[in-house]
């Protein structure tokens, strides 16, 4: 992992992210999943919502030093502010307890860098006290669900949020 730096992402490099999930929604219909491609993302999260989520420090990206760009990146929250994890947890009581991760984005020809991020992602929630990783993805998609469940990500409820069908995933840290 050492040709990788994950760090917090930078205001000029917003841009690059935000592109990043436009290619993805592009890929998706391609391969014809309905995820991000069919519930309006771009427009319920724009791209003033990851300079927003940079100003609290909770948007992170994974630079690849060899080719000096970014590979991977993603949204890491202490609380759950969406209501997601509503069934699940007490959201009125958080205890601060966890990470939730949101946006993972990993740019086309960087295969295998959703992995790593997540494993740098991680180190810093310990690091920081937390007890707790949790994320989400859409029901149906056999082969995401697959590859959450190979990290150890293992559901414990699903959510629903706008045109958005999720099941919600937690691993003990």
Not at 114 to 132: M, S, V
Request: net charge negative; hydrophobic share 35%.
């Amino acid at each position: 992992m050492s040709k990788y730096i994950f760090r917090e992402i930078e205001k000029d490099e917003i841009p690059e992210m935000f592109e990043m999930i436009l290619a993805r929604m592009r890929w998706m219909d391609e391969v014809g999943i309905r995820q991000w491609n069919v519930t309006g993302y771009d427009v319920v999260y724009p791209m003033e919502y990851y300079e927003l989520k940079r100003q609290k420090g909770e948007n992170f990206v994974l630079i690849d030093t060899e080719r000096n760009k970014i590979v991977c990146a993603g949204v890491m929250k202490s609380r759950d502010d969406r209501g997601r994890w509503k069934d699940v947890i007490d959201v009125e009581n958080q205890d601060d307890s966890a990470v939730y991760l949101h946006h993972l984005v990993t740019r086309l020809d960087a295969k295998g860098s959703g992995i790593i991020f997540i494993e740098f992602a991680e180190t810093l929630a310990k690091e920081r006290g937390k007890k707790f990783f949790r994320l989400d993805s859409a029901v149906g998609n056999m082969k995401l669900e697959k590859y959450y469940d190979a990290q150890g990500y293992y559901p414990v409820g699903e959510c629903v949020d706008g045109l958005y069908h999720g099941v919600l995933r937690e691993k003990k840290l």
